[in-house]
Nanobody, 118 residues
Framework: QVQLVESGGGLVQAGGSLRLSCAASRPIFRINTMAWYRQAPGKQRDVVAAITNCGETYYASSVQGRFTISSDNARNTVDLQMNNLKHEDTAIYYC????????????WGQGTQVTVSS
């Protein structure tokens, strides 16, 4: 089992920045992939960015160059720095942990609201 707690959401004007943080209940170097997803009203939940425990990163094309995902093994956190925010970034942002065999599992946080005013 892994518990994930997100923080850092809020209301920001277009062009502004926010930093989201996801705290994990187990050392993140033991989690194969940590990812941020988002879900806007009436839309499906989509991946925004991901980072493996080897340091490889992935970004959705819509956030490439504006968002940065990073991990901190000392704090057991994965952060998402979001710059130059746009109205279309408005969504609930969720943290996800993916653990591969021999103890496979997918775990989600409760989500944090990000609202970008235009």
């Amino acid at each position: 089992q892994v518990q994930l707690v997100e923080s850092g959401g809020g209301l920001v004007q277009a062009g502004g920045s926010l930093r989201l943080s996801c705290a994990a209940s187990r050392p993140i170097f033991r989690i194969n992939t940590m990812a941020w997803y988002r879900q806007a009203p009436g839309k499906q939940r989509d991946v925004v960015a991901a980072i493996t425990n080897c340091g490889e990163t992935y970004y959705a094309s819509s956030v490439q160059g504006r968002f940065t995902i990073s991990s901190d093994n000392a704090r057991n956190t994965v952060d998402l720095q979001m710059n130059n925010l746009k109205h279309e970034d408005t969504a609930i942002y969720y943290c996800k942990a993916v653990i591969l065999p021999p103890e496979p599992g997918n775990y989600w946080g409760q989500g944090t609201q990000v609202t970008v005013s235009s």
